[in-house]
């Protein structure tokens, strides 16, 4: 089961900053948020992880609430190319390594 | 360096037959893992496989479905009596696990079409 809930679809304008909320209420302590987005027929590219603290790196900027059950991915200034689907993903520790578990994205339409 | 490869990029075949999926992971990458991805769907967890250790069939969605990874590096995904449902992009991503980040990388995926 998915351990996390995403709007379904979201519009941005280009230039703008576009805020995708992720909500994760049953989060473990010991698990991280990652986040990835999938363009149109193309393999999910990593964006950033974080466990607690905020992160941010050269693509966006990942808020984690104090009681971790939610968190916001930022893309600062959306562009066209960033039109795809962004999904939260938790990953869980297992036997050696971890399981990602995905839910079932937004689908965020940078507009002109 | 070279990315994770999957290979074919498309195949289209009957109801009934058997069909092999084949992905290369990024060489040195010791867990690799297999999702489906239906139209318009999420990723659905397959199976994956961490360095010798026995690998986790947990979301594999019935015994037609199998997997092997020999040598702990290519790995095959194994659809035997195909069904029209079983018709989805399969997307095959690897990691370096014993880093902070284990972040996933991906392949393009296997569109398979059952018709």
């Known amino acids: 089961d998915a351990k996390t809930t995403q709007p379904t679809s979201m519009d941005c304008a280009e230039g703008r900053a576009a805020n995708l909320p992720c909500n994760h209420s049953t989060i473990s302590g010991n698990e991280y948020v990652y986040w990835y987005r999938q363009i149109h027929s193309q393999g999910p590219q990593y964006i950033i992880h974080g466990l607690k603290n905020n992160e941010t790196n050269e693509m966006a900027s990942l808020i984690i609430t104090e009681d971790r059950k939610s968190s916001t991915l930022i893309l600062p200034h959306a562009t066209l190319r960033d039109t795809a689907v962004y999904y939260c993903i938790v990953r869980v520790p297992t036997s050696g390594t971890y399981k990602y578990i995905f839910g079932t994205g937004t689908r965020l339409k940078v507009l002109a | 360096g070279a990315g994770v490869s999957q290979s074919p990029s498309n195949k289209v075949t009957e109801k009934g037959k058997d069909v092999e999926l084949r992905c290369d992971p990024i060489s040195g990458h010791t867990a690799l893992y297999w999702y489906r991805q239906s139209l318009g769907q999420g990723l659905e967890f397959l199976i994956y496989?961490?360095?010798?250790?026995?690998?986790?069939k947990s979301g594999l969605p019935s015994d037609r479905f199998s997997a092997e990874r020999t040598g702990g590096s290519v790995s095959t995904l194994t659809i035997q009596r195909t069904q029209q449902e079983d018709s989805a992009v399969y997307l095959c991503?690897?990691?370096?696990?014993?880093?902070?980040?284990?972040?996933?990388?991906f392949g393009p995926g296997t569109r398979l079409t059952v018709l």
């Open positions: 496989f961490q360095g010798n250790s026995a690998p986790d």
């Open positions: 991503a690897s990691t370096m696990t014993g880093t902070h980040n284990n972040e996933q990388f």
